[in-house]
């Protein structure tokens, strides 16, 4: 595939990976960078960015949590409208991508 559009296609799913790490428990931004790099990819100077639109948006709230193995860690979980537009945006994503395996299957 190249680069280029697979940039693209990682970008548009990537609020949506993000919303899902969280739906299932809080993390810290570096953890969340870490799974995203390691399941699609994405590196980690595009998650701290969005990190803080999605803060801004009130789709996500921080708390600090002590570490003992160096400063406090901001945590990021969702609030209620986090887990709406995640449930929204996992409806269409689900609805888009099977409507493109279905054009995908079609093709001979």
Known sequence: MPEAIE???????????????????????????????????????????LMRRLQNERLVETHLVESSSGPSRKYYRLTEAGKASFASQKAAWTSFSDAVHGILGEVK
Not at 13 to 32: D, T
């Open 7 to 49: 940039i693209q296609l990682k970008k548009g799913a990537l609020e949506l990976c993000v919303l899902a790490l969280l739906s299932r428990q809080e993390s810290y931004a570096y953890e969340i960078a870490s799974r995203l790099a390691e399941s699609i990819g994405m590196g980690e100077g595009t998650i701290y960015p």
